[in-house]
């Protein structure tokens, strides 16, 4: 026990300077990124250099074809529009590839393009109605876009589908600190309000990598999960109310901040995570918790897999009710957050562990919580289950040790095409899926050095079971797509998984449902598609197979 | 605050006798009640006595008519019945007022009777599509039924519809102590799964006052919120998966036990408090918290509902994370457990006070747990925001205490006819309801010592906002009626509440649905319905205004 516990010392000694105030903050935030920065730094806004990378993707999915069902935008739809809308809530792009409209036709990751030529902006629900109601009408096809955060291709249109962005819907409506309840406009930044809520002692229940730019509507019409899912609960829990428009201009409104209510359908369960197939979500009512009092992170590092499960059983058992995350990388992960210096993430570890974890308490009582966490990091020490770990003791560490976790993406990124998997499945096989693609990708002759694929990476929530497989490439290249899908899903299916658990469907995924879905529960998807747009307006070509 | 530890600690000693040995067991249930000794305990299966103070719902309710579409029952159906199911699954009543059917005719309440003669008990999921396919082409309408302790009349028959009862569905079918996933039948009675989880170290997210009768099906089908909600979340969060069967026989299985999947609109939602209006609920998944190692409850006296409330707020700030309940009563609800002696239930401190809240922590480590809940009481003594106090010291003194919450509703049923509602509202408000109620009563001239209306009772869920307002007459009477309804429904939607917490629409509520919800929420709410059940078969009369 007191060598464990001098080891653990050792390692906190080493790497990180200790303070003598532990941190009592919840994480520190970067400030909200403007769309705009956030457009810059995936290099669009300033030289639109990269434009002729992205090819369209209908050149691409050449399986896709423009329904004929919808109309070409004229200038007479374009006049009407600009009179359902406030000044400078129109644009309109004069070619295919115009600067204007590129970041609204590219997604984030540079792998799906449309030819959008009108993005409208409304500053109202009420314009929003409008907007719709004549879309509908016109039988003009609408794609929905938010923060244009999306990992699969769903914020983005295919052919010349009108984008309708929530960028000007971004008001906080009310706040009422008895309830937490919180109620906003959809076009609000996640990270704003957060920044919102920490100045008056509350969180948002979700967290996610893409919260400087994602909005809160997006983050429902998607059922995003991200960091603090373990601990909140999904969104089907913590969103109390929407209002929603529906094609035809109808609006529900029903924003209620009650924690109960039995009355009737509750409608709004599926208009989370049904990606902007049904109708637009522009008001969002919230339950948030409490800012916890005391937040610690700890960094651990571990032999394998199975060490991390059993490190994983026990935060369940000794942090219980503090326990807040429990994430998980592989070394491969680490090497590219070292080798691309994200934001001069270093390793605080002594030395190189095949696996990572990160996890996180947040709780009432700084003094109970940090005898809880010493407690169970001594026992991991102790039986040998973890052989290196260091606790943050500030702010500043806390969000250094996160940082590691979130620069996974980013670096991922920077190897250059990046194939994005987000699987869901038991514990034990969790971290099978990645060796399994990496040994079919060596078979193959494809994955080394030197090779067309870089790199296979595992990272993920361990606690909900769901694991990010990401396969970084030289290129996107459909030779390579092959040899990944349908394989990944039907490992999925295989384990009793999920081939989309939190990114959605969209266009990639958009096929493979029936991997995770009964052939009777995709045809009443599409009965309840039917009555609420009739007419197919709203982001065709994606979600459902066609 | 040594003075109030003192005075804390001598009702502590008054009230209850002190053990040495703290509890360090969840709640101890009584054993699982079968479904005859539930409705012994109800009067019925014995004698048949009461049999005839129920008048039907049909005489009463003038406004409902039959619905002439559906077919009245044959023999030639019967036989048909008989042919789908195994033996011993079909119950023919030979007349209106048939014994055998009587349980299944009449709510726990004995408010609401109908006129069945035929109750099928299907023992497999298979059973169950057989007959409801009939069922569709026949155009025989079905209720469907779990332990019938529903209180809006929405589990048993208005006229002669076929009582479709998920008995002898009562399997669990799996459980995977890693995950926490619990996978069962529909007819499992909550208390034989607490009882099973307990066993291994789990508890059901969900606990409430008929948990002895209640089947997992339907508490889901009616989305109960209960006792642990304010911990644990509603069911659209805890439910994983459902088995449903659809009207035409369809079976829609997704039993997923993935805490995340986004593939695809997320039906089970539609399911979760839709009353048996869409299909039958037969098969649910659903994740299960571990047991804590540590639970305290606590019984506290105050003087008003403004100090009720600054206690919540403070168990809010102090106790966060460890906080399982908040149960609030008031005076009335007090003496009328004490008058009628419900299990032998007596006041454990030493004076009477306005309002009595109990409180609970649940968690992983009894010394802090106890420490964060001494040092919250200790505060709120001093700063007399309670009056009084005591906590249990081990097993039996907290079923003791939380005996005198549960035996409420019991100990109303007692005094003769109640009238229920059940109200979610903003907290600053919850219990205004109760005394503007108490006034209008008063001032109708029906309140008080040998009046018709005998007492206005307010209890419930603090931390959910969530009233129950109880009112006892002499019997159930007309004109008592029209001065309580539509009032309280106005009440609430004055008050942004919803005129159905937790308990459901049912018949009682169905024509009022429009207090809470608009008119395009509700018209959204029938297209949905004639998708699932384009005939109307399941559960008629109920639920949305015809």
């Not at 400078?88 to 070619?95: E, R």
């Not at 002759?445 to 694929?453: D, F, I, N, R, S």
Request: charged residues 20%; hydrophobic residues 35%; neutral net charge.
């Amino acid at each position: 026990m007191l060598a464990a516990r001098t080891r653990l010392a050792q390692s906190l000694g080493a790497a990180l300077p200790r303070t003598t105030t532990l941190a009592r903050l919840g994480r520190v935030h970067l400030p909200a990124l403007s769309t705009s920065s956030f457009l810059a730094r995936r290099g669009f806004a300033t030289t639109g250099a990269e434009e002729k990378t992205v090819p369209y993707t209908a050149d691409k999915l050449t399986y896709l074809k423009r329904d004929p069902a919808f109309n070409q935008i004229t200038e007479e739809h374009v006049a009407h529009l600009r009179t359902l809308l406030s000044p400078g809530s129109l644009l309109v792009g004069q070619s295919d590839n115009d600067n204007d409209l590129l970041p609204y036709n590219t997604d984030w990751m540079n792998k799906y393009r449309g030819k959008s030529q009108i993005v409208v902006r409304p500053r109202t629900t009420e314009e929003v109605s409008k907007v719709l109601a004549y879309c509908n009408e016109q039988r003009l096809a609408v794609v929905p876009q938010g923060g244009n955060t999306g990992l699969v291709g769903g914020s983005v249109p295919v052919f010349d589908e009108i984008v309708l962005s929530t960028n000007l819907l971004n008001k906080v409506r009310k706040f009422d600190p008895i309830s937490g309840t919180l109620v906003c406009d959809a076009g609000c930044i996640l990270e704003s309000l957060e920044n919102y809520l920490g100045d008056r002692g509350h969180i948002m229940p979700l967290d996610l990598g893409a919260k400087g730019s994602c909005h809160i509507g997006g983050n429902v019409a998607t059922n995003a999960g991200g960091l603090r899912l373990l601990r909140y609960g999904s969104l089907h829990g913590t969103v109390l109310g929407l209002e929603v428009v529906l094609p035809d201009g109808t609006v529900l409104e029903n924003l209620s901040t009650l924690r109960k209510d039995n009355t009737g359908y509750d409608l709004k369960q599926l208009f989370i995570g049904s990606e902007g197939t049904l109708g637009i979500i522009t008001g969002v009512s919230i339950l948030t918790p409490k800012k916890p009092n005391a937040v610690n992170v700890a960094l651990v590092g571990l032999k394998s897999f199975e060490h991390v499960q059993q490190a994983f059983l026990g935060a369940r058992e000794n942090l219980s009710e503090i326990l807040s995350a429990f994430e998980c990388w592989d070394k491969s992960a680490a090497h590219l957050v070292q080798a691309h210096s994200v934001q001069g993430n270093r390793n605080p570890l002594a030395e190189e562990h095949p696996f990572y974890v990160l996890l996180e308490t947040s709780g009432s009582n700084k003094e109970h919580d940090d005898e809880k966490l010493g407690a169970y990091l001594e026992k991991l020490m102790e039986n040998e289950i973890i052989d290196d770990g260091v606790i943050a003791q500030d702010a500043t560490q806390i969000l250094n040790l996160w940082s590691l976790r979130e620069s996974i993406p980013e670096a991922c990124s920077k190897s250059g095409a990046v194939y994005k998997y987000d699987i869901s499945m038991p514990l034990p096989v969790f971290y099978q899926m990645v060796e399994d693609v990496r040994a079919r990708l060596t078979a193959a002759g494809v994955y080394g050095p030197e090779k067309m694929v870089t790199d296979v990476i595992g990272y993920g929530h361990v606690g909900d079971g769901n694991l990010h497989l990401n396969i970084t490439a030289k290129k996107y290249d459909g030779e390579i797509t092959k040899l990944i899908e349908p394989y990944v899903y039907e490992w999925a299916a295989k384990y009793s998984g999920s081939i989309s658990a939190e990114h959605g469907l969209g266009l990639m995924k958009a096929p493979y449902v029936g991997y995770s879905k009964s052939g009777p529960m995709i045809d009443m998807m599409k009965r309840i598609k039917k009555v609420f747009d009739p007419h197919g307006i709203m982001n065709p070509y994606k979600f459902l197979p066609q």
